[in-house]
């Protein structure tokens, strides 16, 4: 069963960056798209990003888009999450798991807690 970890959460002034990682520990990890989600107090959960096996295909929501970049490493078999210019809109706990859809992915990981406040 694939299993995914988050990590780079942390506290960042607005207008500032993290880069969150997602690693996995299976050997079929080649075979998923990942993506990262994020669930805000109080909010539903919802799409951030997602990227495809072979990066081909690439997808972000409206809100992050030219701010936030994907990326993964299938040698490291890790997924990372560039975020830049951050906002307190931002703020949540952000997930990773196999899939692109919300309510279809799979294996999620435990969370890793971004807070965007000066």
């Known amino acids: 069963q694939l299993q995914l970890v988050e990590s780079g959460g942390g506290l960042v002034q607005p207008g500032g960056s993290l880069r969150l990682s997602c690693a996995a520990s299976?050997?079929?990890?080649?075979?998923?798209?990942i993506g990262w989600f994020r669930q805000a107090p109080g909010k539903e959960r919802e799409g951030v990003s997602c990227?495809?096996?072979?990066?081909?295909?690439?997808q972000y929501d409206h809100s992050v888009e030219g701010r936030f970049t994907i990326s993964r490493d299938n040698t490291k078999k890790t997924v990372y999450l560039q975020m830049n210019s951050l906002t307190p809109e931002d703020t949540g706990v952000y997930y990773c798991?196999?899939?692109?859809?919300?309510?279809?992915?799979?294996?999620w990981g435990q969370g890793t807690q971004v807070t965007v406040s000066s």
């Open positions: 299976e050997f079929t990890w080649d075979y998923w798209a």
């Open positions: 798991a196999a899939g692109c859809l919300v309510h279809r992915a799979r294996y």
């Open positions: 990227i495809n096996p072979s990066s081909s295909v690439i």
